[in-house]
């Protein structure tokens, strides 16, 4: 059974990958698929980690709240920007349950993987990814 975060919780996760990887010329990281690959993998492989990533996404809105009145997903780009660095920096003002700093830097690495991921994989949409890179997998190295 595929795990579905709470309506907030998967607003905030859309923001959070969107801030770590944003549209540009190619497409946001919830725009490639990167969501779906993170349900994925976090309802299999990765399942143990899912209450992590839970608890990170209730705390960064609790952050936010504390900070700007507001949840993480509802701030402008620089302010998600700037609370981003802080909890990279794993300057927090609020109670977190979980490390700020490993959490943030699991989400980085699971974006990361979602978004250059073999399409098979549920990301990577139309190989946008591997386009922007210059990466033909026909070809060799």
Request: net charge negative.
């Amino acid at each position: 059974m595929t795990h579905h975060p709470p309506l907030q919780q998967s607003l905030t996760l859309t923001a959070v990958i969107d801030r770590i990887i944003p549209a540009d010329d190619y497409p946001s990281a919830s725009e490639n698929g990167v969501l779906v690959f993170l349900d994925r993998l976090l309802a299999t492989d990765l399942a143990s980690q899912r209450d992590l990533v839970n608890a990170g996404l209730v705390a960064i809105d609790a952050e936010a709240q504390s900070r700007h009145g507001l949840p993480f997903a509802s701030l402008d780009a620089d302010r998600q920007d700037a609370l981003l660095t802080d909890i990279e920096a794993n300057r927090v003002s609020t109670a977190w349950s979980v490390d700020a700093r490993t959490w943030f830097q699991l989400l980085v690495r699971l974006t990361n993987e979602g978004y250059y991921a073999d399409p098979g994989n549920g990301a990577n949409l139309d190989r946008a990814s591997w386009k922007m890179i210059g990466f033909d997998p026909r070809r060799p190295l």
